[in-house]
């Protein structure tokens, strides 16, 4: 049962997506205090440019469309359920993770191709950056695939409809920050 | 789950026995859970406090309850005593213990809105204390690199001598941080969207206020030093650069990512402390809150000023003069908006009838003291001042004046004033004003010799003065005595505070719904509040500062009174 706080909305705003929000609003300072220092230490040393270079761009490239097309079938399922048709949204879901699952795929084949190379996470800053800020936005992907069955299956029985679209705000921000780490760590070289 | 709405409040199951106290995600019972947590954890921070000041008054005696001290000891001791009263202390009592209990009671709901995600949150607080105390225990013993933690020091434990004891006490720190933001969303989201009807944005009580700007300065102040957590803990455990000079990193990185978050942090634990001495003022001042309005954007524009000074803390770290320049500034500028509250404060008890009970008492000692906190820290934000008196004792009795009113003096008034609220029973007033007696004059007394041994230039952080012969001369260590059996004074009378609190909960005299002839919706309800708070939950009529209105027989009109 819920308590009558949660029932209540003095801003209009629902309250789940309204404390989403805040997620994200802690989640965006986390990750621009990592980008910062990654973005000042790069400008400070030219020489990264040479390690950036062993970044292979197409794999980079193959997992951003991958990470935006989820996206879409997120968006999908969010006006399936705004529409009440539970069963399409919770099937749009599995969409959205079987994009995240492939993303993480790649991504555990690329770093073990770059850790038999001898790129290490302690072989150099710029690695270390490089694991530590696309680790961090894998574990994101990874916590957002495991919510997004949670959802998926209570949304198949038509119960908490309105989760598709906190899981889908969620999902969106986990892809606006690959958006920023794929030209600072593929593209940049 | 046990939540369910009032209306079927006959109906519904509340847990019983243990269960109640340890698996509630009911509010009151977590805010019970941090208040108990934060004071054994000051009892803690206290002794520590209590081993490290016998050292340093009388060096290599045979403390009681330690022994010898060691110089790693020292440090160790130092360190975790920081951490745990900001961290375990000043954090979990003002915010989230008075947060939790207070938030529905004031704005008239029956419990967060994620009671669950509540419960959460106090589950990993309480993992922290548990990784934080154990660290005391691994081979090497506990962290001692200052709360701080400035790397290299911090980074390698070939310097700092405690590869178990380093990296759990920033996993100890960081999961306390997770447990904020968790609580943080909390008590945004339900001050926002769970107000009783009627109450509109200058309804709301300003503890409520002060502790919801606390959590959003603090939730967006802290996602650099989370990261930068991230990053120290790879330098520890897996061997990375990230802050490590030879290897292409920035050990001044470090230092701004502490204090970007550190010196909001200051204003985090700040605004609760005046949320509280301004509602205990306005009550036992029988008048309406001078200046409600202008309070509250000051205080948002201190909240957004407190972003601006965080480079003030490292003025001797290299920075760019250019740059001392301008955060000389903005730390100046940053005194007016507190002035302006501290002020507002003042003001509200002009022309009121004062009532000197001890929650007032230690209301107005917190003014009076911070203010004192406040003024040496003007010397302090001056560039030009700054390196001389850097790391020396005037900086730790500056931050101990500020701190100690806030953490220690705002969390006594805010107890001594709720009791009634919380355990259903008053406390005893000629204890408490025992208390008060015996805790505020030894505190001054404590710290103004240490002012004084600051600016005679005493460093802060060595174990022993009898190494440096200019420092271990007869008079400073006359001072470092006084000091220290001041000290042994204060946490004496802390023992006053104890029996009266558990003696009181016991067998004190029974409270009223409304001892204090208070307006906010707390005091509308049954002390204790049942499971849900209100059998009817109450609307609001009016802002909660209505005292003493002409033309009204009683000088109190409660929020929730239909006018």
Not at chain 1, 153 to 163: G, I, P, Q, S
Not at chain 2, 108 to 133: A, E, H, K, W
Not at chain 2, 301 to 329: C, E, K, N, Y
Not at chain 2, 504 to 511: E, Y
């Amino acid at each position: 049962m819920r308590p009558v706080a949660n029932t209540r909305s003095a801003t209009g705003i629902p309250t789940a997506r309204l404390a989403v929000w805040w997620l994200i609003a802690s989640e965006i300072v986390i990750f621009g205090g990592l980008l910062a220092s990654y973005i000042m230490h790069r400008l400070a040393h030219d020489a990264w440019s040479q390690q950036a270079a062993y970044t292979n761009t197409w794999i980079g490239a193959f997992n951003t469309l991958v990470l935006l097309s989820s996206s879409l079938s997120a968006v999908l399922g969010h006006k399936a359920a705004d529409e009440g048709n539970g069963q399409k949204a919770a099937k749009m879901l599995y969409f959205t993770m079987l994009g995240g699952v492939t993303f993480l795929v790649v991504k555990a084949f690329e770093w073990t191709s770059e850790i038999q190379h001898g790129f290490t996470i302690t072989s150099n800053t710029f690695w270390s950056f490089y694991y530590s800020a696309a680790g961090l936005h894998a574990m994101h992907v990874l916590a957002g695939v495991i919510v997004m069955g949670i959802v998926a299956a209570t949304a198949k029985k038509n119960e908490e409809l309105h989760r598709v679209e906190l899981i889908g705000l969620y999902w969106h921000f986990v892809d606006v920050v690959w958006i920023f780490l794929f030209p600072l760590l593929y593209i940049a070289k | 789950m046990a939540e369910s709405a009032p209306a079927t409040h006959d109906d519904h199951h509340e847990p019983s026995g243990l269960i109640k106290y340890i698996w509630s995600t009911d509010h009151k019972i977590i805010g019970m859970q941090y208040l108990f947590t934060g004071m054994f954890m000051a009892l803690v921070g206290g002794f520590f406090a209590y081993a490290f000041r016998m050292q340093l008054a009388f060096p290599g005696v045979d403390i009681p309850g330690w022994g010898t001290m060691t110089p790693p000891d020292y440090n160790a001791l130092v360190t975790n005593h920081g951490t745990i009263m900001i961290f375990w202390v000043a954090m979990p009592v003002l915010i989230a213990a008075f947060g939790n209990f207070l938030i529905p009671l004031m704005i008239g709901c029956d419990d967060m809105v994620f009671p669950r995600l509540n419960r959460l949150s106090y589950q990993v607080f309480l993992l922290s204390t548990i990784i934080l105390l154990a660290s005391f225990f691994v081979p090497g013993g506990a962290f001692g690199g200052a709360w701080t933690a400035y790397p290299p020091l911090s980074a390698q434990s070939t310097y700092n001598l405690t590869p178990w004891g380093a990296p759990l006490w920033l996993l100890a720190v960081a999961l306390e941080f997770a447990a904020f933001l968790m609580g943080g969303i909390n008590f945004i989201t339900t001050t926002m969207n769970s107000r009783a009807p009627g109450m509109k944005m200058h309804d709301i009580p300003l503890v409520v206020w002060m502790i919801v700007l606390a959590s959003i300065i603090f939730m967006l102040s802290v996602g650099p030093l989370f990261a930068g957590a991230i990053m120290l803990f790879f330098d520890q455990v897996l061997g990375t650069g990230f802050f490590d000079p030879n290897r292409g990193g920035d050990p001044v990185l470090w230092q701004h990512m502490f204090w970007f978050f550190g010196h909001p942090e200051v204003y985090v634990v700040l605004l609760p402390a005046m949320g509280i001495v301004a509602e205990i003022i306005t009550v036992f001042a029988r008048k309406k809150f001078f200046a409600y309005t202008p309070v509250l954007y000051t205080t948002f524009a201190a909240g957004v000023a407190s972003f601006t000074v965080w480079a003030h803390h490292q003025f001797i770290a290299g920075i760019d003069p250019r740059m001392a320049h301008i955060f000389t500034v903005t730390t100046l500028l940053i005194s007016v908006p507190i002035a302006v509250i501290v002020f507002c404060s003042i003001a509200t008890l002009y022309g009121g009838s004062i009532r000197f009970k001890t929650p007032m008492l230690w209301a107005l000692s917190f003014i009076f003291e911070f203010l004192l906190g406040g003024v040496t820290g003007i010397y302090l934000g001056a560039a030009g001042a700054d390196v001389y008196f850097h790391d020396s004792y005037f900086v730790l009795a500056h931050f101990h004046y500020t701190f100690f009113p806030i953490a220690i003096i705002g969390t006594f008034a805010a107890i001594t004033y709720w009791f009634p609220k919380m355990f259903g029973r008053h406390m005893n007033e000629t204890l408490g004003k025992i208390h008060f007696v015996g805790t505020i004059i030894p505190f001054n007394l404590i710290f103004i010799p240490l002012f004084i041994l600051g600016l005679a230039g005493q460093h802060r952080r060595i174990y022993s003065f009898s190494l440096f012969p200019d420092l271990a001369k007869p008079e400073f260590q006359d001072l470092r005595v006084f000091a220290t059996v001041s000290l042994l004074v204060m946490l004496a009378f802390q023992f006053v505070f104890l029996f009266n609190f558990f003696s009181s909960m016991i067998k004190g005299r029974k409270a009223e719904k409304n001892p204090y002839d208070a307006n906010t919706l707390e005091w509308t309800t049954e002390s204790p509040p049942p499971h849900g708070n209100w059998s009817e939950l109450p609307s609001v009529y009016r802002g909660p500062y209505e005292y003493s209105v002409p033309g009204r027989a009683d000088d109190f009109w409660p929020q929730n009174e239909p006018s």
